[in-house]
């Protein structure tokens, strides 16, 4: 048999297996495995695996289910849950030594930064196009620049702008990181979903 002919007779049945549970979204469930395996990465940058150990994917892991899910609790509530249980399973593993409770110290600040780009996500990546997320990117990497520091400053006691601001050049050069990181993931994130959904036509958008 021909590799065309194969490869039509295994998108069809793909599509009909999508398509034959409707009481489950196929869509949500692939753009939550998504999120899923990108999170699991995230231990990757704590075990000193290459470029895994520089780039984070939390950035983009807030952009792509903003991007994607909708409704308003979806966009937040799908990408904080699956960062909530990475950062479980991490603080009782590779960064028990740091654990405050069952999360670490400070971790209100990163899930307010988190929340607030899953909402840039949303507001800025309305149409799927290159130009749109490259905003996006910039849009996240501020974000957790200004809102993490501020977290830094209010947990140590030391809330003065000669304070914060010292703080936000210090962390210049991670935050190049977390602009490269949230850069390289979103594209292979968004270029992975947009590639499957035009293959599947079960995981296109109701209209």
Same mark, same amino acid.
């Given at each position: $048999? ?9 998108? %069809?049945? +793909? ?37 895994? @150990?520089?780039? @984070?994917?939390?950035?983009? $892991? ?27 399973? !991490?603080?009782? @593993?590779? !960064? ?26 949303? !507001?800025?990546? =309305?149409? +799927?196009? +290159? ?28 809330? %003065? ?5 010292? =703080?936000? $050049? ?6 190049? =990181?977390?602009?490269?990181? @949230? ?15 035009? =293959?599947? %036509? ?6």
């Amino acid at each position: $048999m021909q590799p065309v002919v194969l490869k039509l007779i295994f998108d %069809s049945f +793909i599509n009909k297996t999508l398509m034959s549970v409707p009481q489950i979204n196929p869509r949500g469930i692939v753009l939550l495995l998504i999120i899923v395996a990108v999170a699991a990465l995230r231990f990757a940058s704590f075990t000193g695996m290459g470029p895994l @150990t520089v780039f @984070t994917p939390v950035g983009a $892991m807030a952009l792509f289910g903003g991007a994607y899910f909708k409704g308003n609790l979806k966009p937040l509530l799908f990408p904080l849950l699956t960062l909530f249980l990475s950062d479980v399973v !991490l603080a009782f @593993t590779v !960064l028990a030594e740091h654990r405050v409770g069952i999360l670490y110290a400070g971790w209100v600040w990163t899930y307010a930064a988190f929340a607030l780009m899953a909402v840039a996500g949303k !507001l800025i990546i =309305r149409n +799927i196009t +290159i130009r749109n997320i490259a905003i996006a990117v910039v849009a996240a990497t501020c974000i957790h620049w200004l809102v993490s520091d501020l977290g830094g400053c209010v947990q140590d006691n030391q809330l %003065s702008m000669t304070v914060y601001v010292q =703080r936000l $050049m210090t962390a210049l050069p991670y935050e190049w =990181r977390f602009l490269g990181g @949230t850069a390289i993931y979103s594209a292979l994130m968004f270029g992975a979903f947009e590639w499957l959904q035009r =293959r599947y %036509s079960a995981l296109q958008p109701a209209h």
